[in-house]
Each structure stands twice: as C-alpha cells, then as structure tokens.
C-alpha cells in the first residue's frame, strides 16, 4: 500500500512538471502585447519581474526575456521578433541602462518600429541617459547615433518617474499597468476606425 502510495504521488509529481513545461512552452509561443525593456542586473528581480508578474495576473500577454525565452533561442531573433508583434513597449530605464546593448538595441528597434514606449525613470533622470563609447561597450559611430536618437525620443516621452528610496513598488507598478491598459485601448480603438474606414460600401 505504501509502496502503491509513493508511486500515485511521484506520477502525480510527473503530471505537473509536464503541465509547467506545457504552460512555460505555450506562454513563450504566444505573441505578446507588451515588450518589457529593461537592463536585468538593475531591474529584472523589482519592477520589471513585478510589472511581468501583474500584467499577467491582467491576462495581458508580455514580454520578458527570463520568462519567454529558452534554452536554444537565438536571442537577436527572438527579441526583435518580440518588438515587431508587440503594440506597446515599457522601457525601464535605470542608472546603467545605457551600459547594455541589448537595451539600446530593444529602444532603438522600439522607434525604428514607431511602437508606442512608455518609459519609466527608475533612479535616473532622462538627462542622465546618453549612449557613448565605453570600454565595456564598444559601440560603432553609426550605432551611437541610432541609439542617442533612440534616446531623445525616450526623453521627450511622458513617463513615470520612480525613486526606489521614497516610492512605493506597489504604486509605479499599477501605474505603469493602467498607462500600458490606457494604451492598448487607444491603439485597439484606432485599428477598429481605421479598419472600418476601409470598408466599401
């Protein structure tokens, strides 16, 4: 009997793992309405992962790089494919932001797409953000100009502005989710119009 016991429960354990990597291998399949931009090492485990977490909890498909992407996905191909499906990008800029390609590349890709972003200033100021040659990012000329005018667009965007030593989590997170919201409504509402104003009757 207990024998019987241990064997319902590790099949049982067998059936959810299976169930997780089912769950885990549809979300990264699905495409998404929301492209979360961030540099991980400031961001990922506070507002991006929380913003992830609530939009999802919204059934709002979104975006993140530890959460969508797996073992074996070419990640150029993967994000860039992201960022053309999405409607609407959040970009979380932060104090070393501009220290990632990656991130740079995502906002740039973002405005080259002419996608609607929404930034928020998490502890830094949008004048503080600024793509240069550094010797742990080699940049080309051509790219330092892509990803500065990236920038400008950026900071002549409203965006919430976040200090991490006097805000509340909880506050810029719903706030960021209602703007996200606001957004997908606007950009729903323009493509119904735009839809029936090419029906010919």
């Not at 319902?8 to 399949?29: A, C, G, H, W």
């Not at 507002?47 to 059934?59: E, K, P, V």
């Not at 973002?110 to 100021?125: L, R, T």
Request: with cysteine.
């Amino acid at each position: 009997m207990q024998r019987a016991l241990v064997g319902n429960l590790l099949q049982r354990q067998v059936q959810i793992s299976r169930n997780q990597i089912t769950k885990k291998v549809i979300r990264s399949q699905l495409p998404c309405d929301v492209f979360i931009n961030h540099r991980g090492n400031d961001t990922k485990r506070t507002i991006a992962s929380l913003l992830y977490d609530h939009l999802t909890r919204l059934r709002i498909g979104s975006f993140l790089d530890n959460k969508n992407m797996k073992p074996g996905d070419k990640l150029f191909e993967k994000i860039d494919s992201a960022i053309k499906e999405c409607k609407v990008g959040v970009a979380v800029f932060s104090p070393r932001y501009c220290d990632s390609y990656f991130c740079l590349h995502e906002l740039a890709l973002f405005v080259e797409s002419k996608k609607k972003v929404i930034p928020i200033f998490c502890d830094v100021k949008p004048s503080e953000l600024r793509a240069v040659n550094k010797p742990n990012l080699p940049l080309r000329p051509e790219e330092i100009v892509r990803f500065n005018l990236a920038l400008e667009e950026a900071k002549l965007t409203v965006g919430l502005d976040f200090d991490s030593n006097k805000g509340n989590w909880s506050d810029v997170v719903t706030k960021a989710a209602d703007v996200v919201i606001e957004s997908l409504i606007e950009i729903e509402d323009e493509q119904t119009r735009n839809q029936t104003t090419h029906i010919v009757f």
